[in-house]
Each structure stands twice: as C-alpha cells, then as structure tokens.
C-alpha cells in the first residue's frame, strides 16, 4: 500500500482515493472509501486500453462475469462503470496478504491451514463454474488469505466454458507454473483445467514451491503435459488430494465438491475457525486490517435508512460483507501480485473441528438376505435407525478412494457373506494384442466381429476380434469427446469440432457424413441414440450480445440432433441438470440420468424432453445409471429400483458399510462395486435381494462394470493391478489379468458382449482376451 501520487486521481465515480494497493498491465488499483464510509478497491483501466474498443468490449465481459459470480471465498462487486470515459471496477476491500506473499515471507503453510485454503477455494471455483465460466489463472497472487477465510480473485482473464475468450485474442493466458496440461497444449479449457490449477497452488502452499518447474518455458510446459509433478516434502493426507487434482486426464480429475469434502468432510466452516491461519500468517494480515483503518476508519454506526435503489452504498447493502458478486486483481498488479482487495474483514467464531477425515461408525445394520419389495413412496428417505454420513463425508469417502489408501470413514463391525478368493486360477492368456497410439478412456464398441476404438490425436481405429494386431481400417479427424462412437444410422458416428457430427463406414472406415450445425452451438459429448437417426448431444448453445468476434455467452444444454433432417433441436434442461457428469441411458421414450441436484430424472425424448417425473436420492448419488426392461437402477449409500414410466420405489438395498461407487446389469441380475469391504455384489433384479458379494482388492468406482453372458469384469483402482474376472453366476473370482504396468491416469476399460468377445485397453495397448 503506497500513498497517491499526483497524477492519480482524487475521485472515481462516488468514490474517494486515498492510496495505491498496485499496477500493472492494464491498469491501478486504489483503496478508496465510499460515501458511506467503507472501504473499497477500486480497478481504474488505463486510458489508451480504454480507448481500444475492443477492450471496452472485454472489460464489460469481465465485469459481467465478476458481478454474477457467488460464493463465500470469492470477492463481492460493490460498483463498476464500463462505458465511463476512465472504466473503473469497484470491489469490497480484503484486508490480507496473497498466498505468495505468504510464503515468500513465512515459508509453507501446516496441513491444517491448507486443508482450510483448499475447501474453500474449491468452493469459490464451484461458484465460478456455476456461472459457465472458467477462472483460467488460478495461481497464488490470486488468492488472498483474509482472517476470515481465503478468497479466490481476479477475474480478468475468465472465460465462458464454450471456449470463446473473454479477453484479447491470439495469446497465452495464465502462469506457466500453474496451467493445466489442456493450456499448454492449447486445447479447449474446461472446468476440470481449473482443478488442475487448484492442485499445483495447494502443492505450492503445502511445501513453498510449484509442483512443476523448468529453466525455460518450453521445458516447463512439457512437464506440465507429460511430466510428474513433484510433490516432495508435501505431507498426507495433502499428497493424495493434490494428486486427484493433477491428473492429466480431465475426465479423472476430482470435482470441486468433491475436493472440497475431501478437505473438509464437515464442511469448511468447522475447520475455519479465528486460528486458521499460523501465527505469523495472521500478525500479517493483521498489519494490512491495522493500514487499512488508518486510511478508512470504519464508519459509525447510522440509522437503519432505505437507500434508493442502485446507488452505491444500496448496492453495498444488498451483497453483504459475504456477498455473492466477486471480481478479483489485474494480473499485472504489483510485479503480478498485486491484487483487488475485496470484503471488509468480519471475525467467524466458529466451533473448531482439527480432527480431518475423523472415523465415524454406523450402527451395524447389513443388507438383507431376500429383502421385502419396498411399498411405492414418492421421494426416498433415509431409515430413522441408520446413522448416515453427512454429505461431505460421502463425497469425501467418493473422492478420497480414487486415491488409493484413504483413512476409512467408516469402521467395519462385521462383514457380509463373501466368497473366497482362495480359488483363483491364472489369467487367460491374450489371443492378441495391439500396441497403438494413446488410447482415450472409453470402452471399445462392438460391431460385426470388430471393436470399434478412440485415440489420440483424433481417430477412430477398426480392429478384427479374432486377430486385433493390425488395424482393419484408421479414420482421422474425429474431436477427443470422453464419449465411444455411436452405431447409428448405418454408420459409427463420432464428434468432431465445434458443432459437427461424423458418419463413418463401420465396415470400410470411409466418411459416410459430415453434418456442421453453425457456430450458434458447441457439441461436447455423444449421449445416446433413438428411433434409428436421432443422437443426443451435450453441449453448449451460444448466444452473442455483439457483432464482434468472439463475444458469447453459452449456456450448457443437451441436443437432439437429426441426422436425416440434419436439424438440432435444444432440450430444455436446466443447468442444475447437467452439474455433475451426465451419464444417461437414453431409449426410444426415456432420457434417464442423475441430474446436477442428485436426482433421478427421465425425460421424454419426444415432446422437446418433457420431464416426466424426478425421484430426490441424495449428494451420495453416483452419475452412472443403469436401466433393465422396466427399471431404473441407482447407486449412492444404497442401491435402488425404480419403475421406468412412472418412478414408483420398487426396491432398495444397502450395503454393508459405505457406498455403492459402479454397477452394471445383466439378464435379471444387477451387479454393483461396493467400497467398504472392497468387492462386487450381484442382487436380483426383481426383488432386490442379495446372491452373492466377492471380496476383491480396492476397485475403480468411477468406471462401469462390464457384463459379460458368464463373467462380470471390474478394473482395479491402481491400474497396475489389471482387472478381475468374476463368475456371474456364483461370485467365485475365477482370474486377474495384467500387463503390470502403471500408466498413471489413464486406467483400464473394459469391453465384453454376450457372444463371449472381451476387449480391455490400458493406455496405449489393446488386448484381445477368451471370456471367462
């Protein structure tokens, strides 16, 4: 903090200057008082970026997108004025310290203070990407620590999920040290890149430095893509969460929910107490609270008045010391460190919680042999005598077993009928095996005595199941969508860029279609196919509030997409609806999935997606869901039927300890992961009732299992370990293969059909194995 000088300016709009907090690339940021007396940052943009009518343009985008933003740990929006001849942003003033600072003055945070500092910056992206955009430049000059909490700032380089720039075109953006992979290589940026950034700040709080690093920028950049990051010296339980963040797969990545209850299985308020921050940490920002109020005494106390709408101090009123508007720093400020500082210090008396990840033990209550069906019920409710885990503690048990080795939250008092592994036999040998090139973490698709699979940088690869070594045909030019191809219409139809959808010969691999629906959409991900020639398509549709090139917003969606009318209708699903991973099962009449407030939902495919009923299960609600005839199967704390057409609860069934993390079903049979014990348990379709659970080493929750006509194969969580076969009919675990070797993220994905085909990949080879 630096007194004026005399060319700055003594008043900005109704706001009086009285001293400089930094400057940088475009433009000061001042701490000045508003007419009712609190303090606040103000951001004034220099004149000749001023006179740029593009950056006029880009300056309205980031102070749209800083005053929709919500959140706790984020900054609040006190006033702005885009079109004034000098554009000035105002922000409540955060008395405190960046995290570089920080460290730079005090050395590494304890794991308790980082545990805090990662709850709640993941709460702060939740509230960023609840918006569709995309913070970009999640580094350590941009998170402030405040007494009462952390807060992520700087919305200046933000950017809508679509992948249209809210700033200047043409550059790089963000801090080599802290991209993401998808960055560096210039690939389209999603949210998951600002998980990725999340976890190098927290590896930089944990041990004082960036998990990557390189003499030049072309060195660090590879380390980004490829490289491991170094997390030496970073102390558990902080090691196994950063690495849920720093996988390279985005697709892998743990969500912001998830991390947050990783940090924080209780929530972040009961870690955030007065004493959050270490000693030293706290008398630093105690100086910047003490320089603060020397410049603007906090004002006295006033009548409760009704201030007219719109004017500053009403709109001060209205967000609160806790408000829901954020805009953060210039990225330039202060060497790059410098920042907006945003909301008036408020003291939290909280109860302290130090205890992380505290082992809690439900009342024993296993599931049932042959449970009765349950009677219809509306709405699903937890049974009164079992002692749920909070939702935080599900996710964090959900987040923290990707990991491998997470200290339980649940203790076992006594395990269900399990069959011995006693009796495994040596996995078959490969009938052939095909190296290639890095394989996408998708399923193989079968299709008259071939599999159909996806690699980088974009092809569809054919290879014949009775000998796979060499391909039958490579088609080039497809997107990398997280998604397999689709049998539809003939063809074997991927994405491709932007908004096009790709028809290709399953045969002979030649293009049989290329369809480009415009620039007013973004298709994501393939979903489903019905009625013969309708896809579903996520996605994203674009809407611009300017002529200029580049300026959008979107808004996520999901599309039934025609291919024989080559028209793309949006289904009207809300944004609620697409907030976790959308895995539905879409039919001739249904589009089932879980939805973004964890629940059931089915919609019509006819009638513009007509919601047709919802079934509320809880934030333990698994995205993947499964449908067999009639029936709807979903997992969480428990497995549950519900009948198709109408939602009715036909059936529950609980596990033993923990949560149901995959399944898969089977003529009458559904088949789920269990994680507390580790195994697969096989229920009856009809009634719910239990054939047999088969222990097995810590499985991979976040992939389906795959059903075979004799066998059902589940992967192991360290990739390393292969994957299991287990007899469908009697649960005995008849054989584990692997070619034990550990590719980091990217984890096995099982094929099989119902004429005893099994195809798994790992990375970059194919193995074409007998069924069990």
């Known amino acids: 903090m630096k007194p004026l000088r005399p060319e700055d300016p003594e008043q900005l709009g109704p706001y009086r200057l009285v001293a400089r907090l930094g400057a940088g690339g475009m433009g000061r940021v001042y701490l000045a008082t508003s007419p009712a007396g609190h303090a606040v940052a103000v951001k004034v943009i220099r004149p000749e970026m001023a006179e740029d009518k593009n950056f006029r343009i880009r300056f309205r985008r980031e102070v749209a997108a800083a005053a929709a933003v919500g959140g706790t740990y984020t900054a609040s929006v006190v006033d702005a004025a885009p079109d004034a001849e000098t554009p000035w942003l105002a922000t409540t003033y955060i008395p405190g310290p960046t995290l570089a600072e920080a460290i730079a003055e005090h050395g590494p945070l304890p794991v308790e203070t980082v545990l805090v500092l990662g709850a709640g910056m993941a709460e702060a992206l939740s509230a960023v990407h609840a918006q569709g955009l995309v913070h970009r430049d999640l580094k350590p000059s941009n998170v402030l620590l405040a007494a009462d909490g952390p807060r992520v700032i700087d919305f200046g380089i933000v950017r809508a999920r679509d992948g249209y720039q809210l700033t200047a075109t043409g550059g790089v953006f963000g801090s080599l040290e802290y991209m993401c992979p998808?960055?560096?290589?210039?690939?389209?940026?999603?949210?998951?890149?600002?998980?990725?950034?999340?976890?190098?700040?927290?590896?930089?709080?944990?041990?004082?430095?960036?998990?990557?690093?390189?003499?030049?920028a072309a060195t660090l950049l590879y380390q980004v893509v490829h490289g491991w990051p170094d997390l030496t010296g970073v102390p558990e339980p902080l090691e196994k969460i950063i690495g849920l963040c720093l996988a390279k797969d985005p697709a892998l990545r743990i969500t912001p929910d998830r991390l947050s209850a990783a940090c924080a299985p209780g929530g972040v308020e009961q870690l955030l107490t007065e004493a959050w921050l270490p000693a030293p940490v706290a008398a630093t920002v105690a100086r910047y609270q003490a320089a603060a109020e020397d410049l603007v005494p906090a004002p006295a106390a006033a009548p409760i008045t009704t201030d007219s709408p719109g004017t500053p101090d009403a709109l001060e009123s209205e967000t609160g010391a806790n408000?829901?508007?954020?805009?953060?720093?210039?990225?330039?400020?202060?060497?790059?460190?410098?920042?907006?500082?945003?909301?008036s210090h408020v003291a939290l008396a909280r109860r302290a919680d130090a205890d992380f990840l505290r082992p809690t033990t439900p009342e024993a209550s296993g599931p049932p042999e042959k449970p009765a069906p349950a009677s219809p019920s509306r709405a699903h409710r937890r049974s009164s005598t079992h002692s749920g885990l909070s939702r935080r503690s599900m996710l964090a048990a959900a987040g923290l077993a990707v990991a491998g080795g997470a200290t339980a939250l649940v203790a076992v008092r006594r395990k269900p009928r399990t069959r011995s592994a006693s009796s495994i036999v040596s996995a078959p040998e490969p009938n052939w095996v095909y190296a290639s090139a890095p394989l996408l973490q998708t399923p193989a698709v079968f299709n008259d005595g071939t599999a159909l699979l996806k690699a980088r940088p974009g092809t569809v690869i054919c290879l014949d199941l009775d000998n796979g070594s060499h391909p039958k045909w490579i088609y080039q030019g497809i997107s990398l969508s997280p998604t397999p191809v689709l049998l539809t219409d003939g063809a074997a139809v991927a994405l491709g860029t932007g908004a096009t959808v790709i028809g290709v010969d399953p045969t002979s691999g030649t293009e049989r279609f290329t369809l480009d629906f415009g620039t007013d959409f973004q298709f994501d991900q393939l979903l489903g196919a019905y009625e013969g020639s309708t896809l579903s398509v996520l996605g994203a549709r674009l809407e611009r509030q300017s002529t200029e090139q580049g300026v959008a917003t979107s808004t996520d969606a999901v599309f039934a997409v025609d291919l024989q009318a080559r028209q793309a209708e949006v289904i009207p699903i809300s944004p609620e609806d697409v907030g976790i991973p959308l895995q539905p099962v879409v039919t001739s009449d249904y589009f089932v999935y879980a939805d973004g407030l964890r629940n059931v939902s089915v919609r019509s495919t006819r009638d513009a997606g007509t919601l047709l009923w919802r079934h509320p299960v809880g934030y333990d609600l698994r995205p993947g869901i499964a449908v067999l005839g009639q029936t709807v199967f979903a997992i969480g704390s428990e497995l549950i039927a519900l009948e198709l057409g109408t939602g009715r609860l036909r059936w529950r069934a609980k596990p033993e300890h923990g949560l149901f993390t995959s399944l898969g079903t089977g003529d009458d049979t559904v088949y789920v992961i269990g994680n507390d014990p580790h195994g697969v348990y096989a229920f009856n379709a009809a009634n719910g009732s239990r054939r047999w659970f088969c222990a097995t080493p810590q499985l991979d929750g976040d992939h389906s299992i795959a059903v075979g006509s004799k066998a059902v194969y589940a992967a192991a969580l360290e990739n390393k370990k292969g994957f299991f076969a287990i007899d469908a009919?009697?649960?005995?675990?008849?054989?584990?293969?692997?070619?034990?070797?550990?590719?980091?993220?990217?984890?096995?994905q099982i094929s099989c059909d119902r004429a005893g085909h099994l195809v798994a990949h790992h990375y970059d080879r194919v193995y074409g194995l007998p069924s069990a």
């Open 323 to 343: 408000g829901a508007r954020t805009l953060g720093a210039d990225p330039g400020c202060r060497g790059g460190e410098a920042h907006d500082r945003a909301e």
């Open 182 to 216: 998808e960055q560096a290589t210039g690939d389209p940026m999603g949210a998951e890149g600002d998980v990725f950034c999340l976890g190098s700040v927290l590896a930089f709080a944990a041990c004082g430095r960036p998990p990557f690093s390189g003499a030049a």
């Open 729 to 748: 009919a009697t649960g005995r675990l008849r054989w584990n293969f692997t070619d034990g070797r550990d590719t980091g993220v990217n984890g096995w």
